[in-house]
């Protein structure tokens, strides 16, 4: 396959990246984007650029021109990229990417130059080849590989919402306690109250007071909700997100809201799932996102005390 010339390509690592400057000439050339994602420009010095757009590396060329030479300079740039030897990363990414990366790089290796989402789980990724076989994370890519991001095991085994800092899944172990449940979350924000904390099974069981009762056990399952001060009251947004975070309720609240204002989703093939962390038999909505998204009469109103969680599947 011949390689192709994009104005608006990403940048992958073995692509050339082709510099034309109005002013200083000298920079004009050809830069191979190398192993570290970056390329190296004789006075300038290495610029990040992989998986980042031409007209993204045009402004921070220029911006690194103004830097050393105090001038403005225009600068235009294309991106040469031949995408028969790539690699497909998918899964839990901030986005995915086809990437052609250099001769002897395993498939853990390349992964550090991925972002992956705060639920994903690199050292769990899975590797098949052209042909679909299973492929060891050490063992180094090929032309055809797939590399795909799952989320973290752990996320489905205990939840913490409400008045925490950074509420969503985490990780259990035999022997946690209340606190340390919460702890995870980032502690107690600012608006939650630490003497009104509640541990949902089939029941509701508390209030506890971390104070006094921090040290009661949790159960693998169970969803730790901390109550929010003054009334404020909220929903969760976890999983294949931007930013999971708690967001205000408000009777207008939505799926769809609150997804953006968790950054969006990070992975368009997901799916939806909104339930309740305080409404034990409250039905269980699951939908793809994709087929949501584009219906625009489709959506889901909030509750105070729901959790809209996007999954993989």
């Known amino acids: 396959m011949a390689p192709l010339a994009h104005a608006d ?9 082709v ?18 994602g970056s ?11 992989v998986t980042r757009s031409s007209g993204l590396i045009q402004s921070l060329i220029q911006d690194k021109i ?39 790089m395993t498939a853990k290796e390349l992964l550090s130059l991925v972002e992956v989402t705060d639920s994903g789980d690199a050292s769990a990724a899975s590797v098949t080849d052209a042909e679909g076989h299973s492929v060891p994370l050490t063992s180094m890519v090929r032309p055809g590989d797939r590399i795909r991001v799952p989320v973290q095991a752990a ?4 939840f913490v919402i409400g008045g925490v800092e950074k509420p969503g899944s985490f990780r259990f172990y035999d022997g946690m306690s209340l606190k340390a449940a919460v702890e995870s979350a980032g502690g107690v924000g600012p608006r939650g109250d630490s003497k009104r904390v509640f541990i949902i099974r089939s029941v509701q069981m508390g209030p506890f007071d971390l104070s006094k009762d921090g040290e009661v056990k949790v159960q693998r399952g169970d969803s730790i ?3 929010a001060k003054a009334e404020v009251q909220y929903v969760a947004v976890t999983g294949l997100v931007r930013k999971p975070t708690n967001v205000v309720w408000s009777d207008k609240l939505t799926a769809k809201d609150a997804i953006k204002q968790a950054g969006g989703v990070a992975n368009p093939n997901c799916f ?4 309740s962390l305080v409404k034990i038999n409250k039905p269980e909505v699951k939908v793809r996102w994709r087929d949501f998204d584009k219906d625009k009469n489709k959506d889901i109103p909030l509750e105070p005390g729901d959790i809209v969680d996007v999954v993989e599947k």
């Open 19 to 36: 510099v034309h400057c109005q002013s200083e000439s000298r920079l004009n050339g050809r830069y191979r984007v190398l192993s570290n």
């Open 66 to 104: 103004a830097d050393v030479y105090g001038i403005r300079d225009q600068v235009v740039v294309s991106v040469v990229a031949d995408r028969s030897s790539a690699v497909t990363i998918t899964g839990a990414v901030k986005k995915e990417l086809l990437l052609t990366p250099p001769t002897k």
């Open 272 to 275: 939806v799932v909104v339930r």
């Open 9 to 17: 390509q990403t940048a992958q690592l073995q692509d050339v990246v």
């Open 39 to 49: 390329i190296n420009i004789p006075s300038l010095g290495q610029i990040v650029v």
């Open 225 to 227: 909700l901390v109550e």
């Open 155 to 158: 996320r489905a085994e205990i």
